[in-house]
């Protein structure tokens, strides 16, 4: 199969400006990205809205696209700098992959296992889920949970701890069941991502502020692969400090 990794990166944010050109162990985030990435693909690409983050991408020997500053997700983000790839390259892709760009501890074996998901023809979008292991992790609406179908399909993405475990103590829903955080490293096929582009938000996503939500609403299929590694967001400065002290183990 042939894989275009794209990396959508944007330098506004208001927890963290400028995180995909902080440094970890003397590189910056979107390079520890690129580098993981590269491992996995021949065409990587950053998808940025900023000439800070292209020329650093270009400068230490990644490749780069402009895109809009208006995009309301990475997916969104994802298609139009897939669109320039294609035109550039002048070829086509059988599977796209989105990875945040704030992730510098990606593993190339989790980019690997989505990528494999689409040897099933009937695959449209997967992603990756890691089993809660803290009982207050499964309450923070930060962390967003899924849970699956005995296919291993998303049945629902929520901000609120699913599923509900009725008659059990909230503390104790932890070894009642089991709980999965979502991953958000998206695999796509390329008629399939230009199509969830053009959808409408749905009243799904609206309510909890999960893109997911709009395809589920709108019926396409979204694989869950499950995954062991925990990985460490760059979200606030703390974050960053964090991820130094983890990269210097």
């Known amino acids: 199969m042939r894989v275009l990794i794209l990396i959508p990166a944007r330098y506004a944010s208001t927890r963290f400006p400028g995180k995909p050109l902080a440094e970890i ?48 997700s990475g997916t969104d983000r994802c298609f139009e700098a897939y669109q320039h790839v294609v035109a550039r390259n002048k070829r086509s892709y059988d599977v796209v992959v ?13 980019v690997r296992s989505l990528v494999a998901c689409f040897e099933d023809s009937r695959i449209q979008i997967a992603t990756l889920a890691k089993q809660f292991e803290s009982s207050a992790d499964v309450f923070d609406p930060n962390k967003v949970k899924v849970v699956c179908s005995a296919r291993q ?36 096929r390329p008629e399939v991502l230009k199509e969830i582009t053009a959808l409408p938000q749905g009243v ?9 939500l709009r395809w589920l609403e709108n019926g396409y299929t979204i694989a869950v692969r499950l995954t062991e590694h925990e990985s460490i967001g760059i979200d606030t400065p703390e974050d960053l400090e964090r991820a130094n002290a983890f990269y210097c183990l």
Not at 30 to 51: C, G, L, N
Not at 98 to 110: V, W, Y
Request: aromatic share 12%; net charge negative.
């Open 98 to 110: 989105n990875i945040q760009g704030d992730e510098p501890f990606i593993l190339p074996e989790q």
């Open 153 to 188: 399909t998303a049945l629902y993405f929520s901000r609120s701890a699913i599923p509900y475990c009725r008659g059990t103590e909230p503390d104790c829903w932890l070894s009642a069941t089991g709980f999965y955080k979502h991953v958000g490293m998206y695999a796509y």
């Open 25 to 72: 162990g003397g590189r910056p985030v979107i390079q520890h990205v690129v580098e993981k990435a590269s491992s996995v693909a021949e065409d990587v690409f950053v998808a940025t809205d900023d000439t800070r983050i292209f020329e650093r991408v270009e400068a230490f020997g990644g490749h780069a696209v402009m895109t809009s500053e208006n995009h309301k």
């Open 204 to 212: 799904l996503e609206k309510a909890e502020s999960l893109e997911q």
